[in-house]
């Protein structure tokens, strides 16, 4: 199965929000970086079999222009809300073991602990970055392939490409 993991564009800051946490949206930045993220695995020729999202707000419109672009489902998951545990991973595996490629669009520090327990690579995953791992099954180590921060997203989303 590969694996995309995204942790949400950028949002309001929370101590400028008055309400709760999990009402915060994204900035103005923050829809242009999920836009940039759609098309960048769009560009790459990324054909995931389904989206699912943190049931925050801004997880869901990091999540919204993926799936649209990328033509896929789109669903909640509460699990990937923040305090997500490694250890809830496998539950969510057996779930959608069909699909040979799957988006979670969440938070930090869930998805950076995400990484470590699957790979054993320690990283810190940027807003809107990234993550694509390789797994085989979940009795064996994963395999990190790579992490796009903001900026190679931009790169890659904005290339023209020409035959």
């Known amino acids: 199965m590969q694996l995309y ?3 949400h564009a950028t949002a309001t800051d929370g101590a400028d929000h008055d309400g709760l946490d999990a009402d915060r949206r ?3 930045e923050g829809h242009t970086e999920a836009s940039l993220a759609a098309r960048a695995m769009q560009q ?3 054909e995931p079999h389904l989206v699912l999202t943190s049931p925050y707000a801004r997880a ?3 999540a919204w222009p993926i799936a649209t672009l990328l033509d896929v489902p789109l669903l909640e ?3 990937l809300a923040p305090g997500f545990e490694p250890t809830a991973f496998p539950a969510l595996w057996e779930r959608h073991s069909e699909c040979s490629s799957l988006v979670l669009v969440g938070h930090e520090p869930d998805l950076s602990t995400l990484v470590e327990y699957l790979t054993g690579a ?3 995953m940027p807003k809107g970055g990234i993550a694509r791992i390789e797994a085989g099954t979940l009795r064996s180590r994963c395999e990190l392939r790579w992490l796009l921060r903001p900026k190679q997203i931009r790169l890659i989303a904005t290339a023209r490409v020409t035959a």
Do not use: G, K, Q, S
Request: hydrophobic share 40%; aromatic share 0%; net charge neutral.
């Open 44 to 46: 790459m020729a990324i």
């Open 60 to 62: 869901r419109e990091t």
């Open 5 to 7: 993991l995204i942790r």
């Open 122 to 124: 320690h990283v810190t």
């Open 77 to 79: 998951e509460p699990r």
């Open 26 to 28: 994204l900035t103005d």
